[in-house]
C-alpha cells in the first residue's frame, strides 16, 4: 500500500504551474462510458502517465506513454470504471494536469 505516494501525486502544493497547457489538453467525451480521448499538443518528446482517481482519491487507473510532436492523442480504455465522478491526472515530465471527468453508464 502506497498511501504516501498516492497524497504526494494528487497534493496541488506541489503542481508545476502551466497556464499555457489547461488549452493543450483535452479529455471527451465527458460524460464517458467505455473509452475516453485525450488530446494534446505543444509538447516536446516526453513520457506522460495518465491516472484516474475517485472521489475517495484512490487510483483507479494508471497509464505510461510515450509523446513527441508527432504524438496528439491518446485512448484509454475505461469500461472497468462504474458510473460516478472521477480526476483525471497527466504527469507529464513532473507537470501535473487535472481534468473532472463523469463516467456514465
Known sequence: ????????SIDQSNQTKRPDVEEEFLVYPN??????????????????TFSIYDVSG??????????????????????SLSSGSYTIVADINGTLIRKRLVVSK
Open 1 to 8: 500500500h502506497n498511501e504516501n505516494s498516492l497524497s504526494k
Open 58 to 79: 484512490k487510483e483507479v487507473f494508471i497509464l505510461n506513454n510515450n509523446i513527441n510532436s508527432n504524438t496528439t492523442s491518446s485512448s484509454l480504455n475505461i469500461s
Open 31 to 48: 460524460p464517458a462510458s467505455d473509452q475516453l480521448n485525450i488530446n494534446y499538443s505543444g509538447f516536446q518528446e516526453s513520457s506522460v
